[in-house]
């Protein structure tokens, strides 16, 4: 298993390679807040289990993408990051505590992952192993190296807007 440092590396040779773009995420999602102490299990469909996450801490997020196909994956944001990532559309919470956001955070650097990288598993931001596959995408965020993490490939084409290659 690949360690973050071996994936901060891993995005620098992409760079230098000339193989490191620029996407945003563009499409809305639903969230509501964890509960402390809560492990929000990522599932993708046809997949099955990407991720756990670290138990959640007071302020945290659960995530619900909106993407039919790979299972309206679920994730846990930090609060702090959260505010940063997110805006609230203004509507009201659903019976499950589920809101609309948009996305607001700036561009994330991203590499897909090419047939010769192979199918490989790398250790994310908060502890946990990932699993990247050809054709899915290693974002990073531009203000910090370290945070580094998988899109499934579908996910990635479905939920972000390139903007620069």
Known sequence: MKSLEDMVRFMAEAAEQ???GL???VAPVEARPARPGEVVVTVIEGEGEETRSRPAKEGDWVVRARHPARGHEEY?????????RYEPTGGAANAGGWRDFTPRAGPRRFVTVRPEDGTFAFEAP???PMVARPGDAILQDPEDE???YRVEGESFRTTYQVVDE
């Open 18 to 20: 000339g193989r490191v």
């Open 146 to 148: 370290t945070d580094v």
């Open 76 to 84: 846990l944001v930090g609060a702090e990051k959260f505010s940063r």
């Open 126 to 128: 908060w502890g946990e």
């Open 23 to 25: 996407a945003r995420k």
